[in-house]
DNA sequence: CTGGATCCACGCCGATACTG
DNA sequence: CAGTATCGGCGTGGATCCAG
């Protein structure tokens, strides 16, 4: 069977909020990774998306459903069981998320520096210099 | 001289915005385009942004000046003068951009046929088959 | 377990008016 | 020309409760 999902895998100290790049919606992103190594259950997808309502979750989905990113198994069983997987099309978003994580890696600390200076120089707080690999 | 931005290189018939990939906030992507062949100045940019405001463009633009992104730059003139230009930084993006753009034409009529394949469901309509790449 | 239904707080951003 | 100030609508998404 397929391992669990890592209820970290998504840092919350990450900075990933700073990131100028999205994927869908605020959590539609992380949704696409959670169902990256394949089909997952509701609750199994909430787990690692720390603090996600049912609400958002299923509106979320829906979503991703109408637009053909993923496809909706329900199981008539009792209690219910609903599973989740990517489409060929939602395999598609794999790819830039990978390039949002590549300049990420590369670019996003010269951002942060930046911002962290700038906010420092409206202080008149002097700001030690920084090197980065851009700028 | 820099030749004139297109007031339509934004087409608001295009689909765009149904696009699962954001740079920036709404408008910060359109603006690093704008400056992709060089530096402008404020209301030369706001001809493509159809319908920006002022407020809005000043905001966003200082926004992406905080996080290194443009670099501005004000000539003490009157009537006043004032140019932004891409950072090393801000040009990372456009091959983000251009990844976006990619993913689009390739996979956007994709999302746009299940999307509305979906809503003819809703409302009990037979929807014609589609062909398209994936699914 | 998998949601739907309601209510509500907050932030984005558009409209309008004004300024150096 | 290049903004700032102020107001307000509206949509996203969080909290809470409820249901099959």
Same mark, same amino acid.
């Given at each position: 069977m397929l391992p669990e999902l890592d209820p970290d895998m998504f840092d919350p100290l990450c900075p990933s909020s700073a990131l100028p790049i999205q994927i869908g919606d605020k959590w539609t992103g992380m949704i696409v990774l959670c169902l990256e190594h394949g089909r997952r259950r509701f609750n199994e997808i909430k787990v690692p998306l720390r603090g996600i309502t049912s609400?958002?979750?299923?509106?979320? &989905?829906?979503?991703?459903?109408?637009?053909?990113?993923?496809?909706? =198994?329900?199981?008539?069983?009792?209690?219910?069981?609903?599973?989740?997987?990517?489409?060929? &099309?939602?395999?598609?978003? &794999?790819t830039l998320i990978d390039a949002a994580r590549t300049w990420s890696r590369a670019h996003l600390p010269t951002l942060l520096d930046a911002r962290q200076a700038y906010?420092?120089?409206? =202080?008149?707080? /002097?700001? /030690? /210099?920084? =090197?980065?690999?851009?700028?």
């Open positions: 609400k958002v979750l299923s509106e979320t &989905l829906r979503a991703m459903e109408r637009d053909g990113l993923v496809v909706r =198994t329900a199981y008539p069983e009792n209690p219910p069981r609903v599973e989740y997987e990517l489409t060929p &099309l939602g395999r598609t978003l &794999l906010e420092a120089g409206l =202080t008149g707080q /002097p700001v /030690p /210099p920084v =090197t980065s690999p851009d700028r």
